[in-house]
């Protein structure tokens, strides 16, 4: 999908409106931010609106069962180092041509179908269920020893001081500012958002950026000023 929207004059700044949620639970990080998107979403003036939030995926997480692993003979370490070798591959050995060597890579055909040797490890977790382990009394199956879940996968955890971070962003329509946007939807969250305990919300966005460049400028032209008056003096 491409959006294309008008910019402001003025130097490059981020979102028009950016609704930032701090705290330390994510889950209640990723309800709040979802919930003020969709007031967002129905606020007069509020247009291409996104969250943070939906920018996460799924994974399986496999747990072993370390008490069935011990008994027999195996461990985590060397479980870990199948599946890895499984999914990703061993360099076997290396192939002198020239000036190039070129790895010989040996992985397990988790994807009977496969066409390639670079979607041999698309599969299922059925089919990481059934590798077979080697022991001492005959092999057993990667199943048997683990259990598996499907878990939420935060692809990128922002941070701002020591809290995890969540946003809702939008820019602007036409014929609408930042300041309109964000007092009506300051209005609707009011009555319809209700922080979990540990969460805080913060609203800023292209005036909280605007008013940081002129505050830097500011700083930045006293600095000059003082050193020229160092320069002249001494």
Do not use: W
Not at 8 to 32: M, R, W
Not at 72 to 98: D, E, F, M, P, Y
Not at 148 to 156: D, F, G, I, P
Request: glycine fraction near 6%; proline fraction near 3%; charge should be negative.
């Amino acid at each position: 999908t491409i959006h294309v929207t008008e910019p402001t004059n003025g130097p490059p700044v981020g979102a028009a409106v950016v609704i930032k949620f701090l705290g330390d639970n994510l889950d209640d990080l990723e309800k709040s931010a979802e919930k003020a998107e969709e007031i967002l979403k129905n606020t007069q003036g509020a247009v291409e609106v996104t969250t943070s939030a939906k920018e996460n995926s799924a994974e399986f997480a496999i747990t072993l069962d370390k008490t069935k692993a011990t008994e027999l003979g195996l461990n985590s370490t060397l479980i870990a180092q199948t599946l890895r070798g499984a999914v990703h591959g061993i360099t076997a050995t290396k192939i002198k041509k020239q000036d190039k060597d070129i790895d010989v890579v040996v992985k397990v055909a988790l994807n009977e179908e496969y066409t390639s040797a670079h979607n041999t490890n698309e599969t299922t977790i059925e089919s990481i269920r059934g590798l077979s382990l080697p022991t001492q009394n005959g092999s057993v199956l990667l199943g048997s020893l683990i259990t598996t879940s499907l878990e939420k996968e935060n692809s990128v955890i922002r941070h701002e001081g020591r809290l995890r971070i969540t946003t809702t962003q939008s820019d602007i329509a036409p014929g609408s500012t930042a300041k309109e946007v964000v007092a009506r939807f300051k209005d609707k969250a009011e009555k319809e958002l209700s922080l979990p305990p540990g969460v805080t919300m913060k609203i800023g966005g292209e005036n909280e950026e605007v008013d940081r460049s002129f505050t830097d400028m500011f700083f930045a032209l006293v600095n000059y000023y003082l050193a020229c008056l160092n320069t002249i003096f001494f």
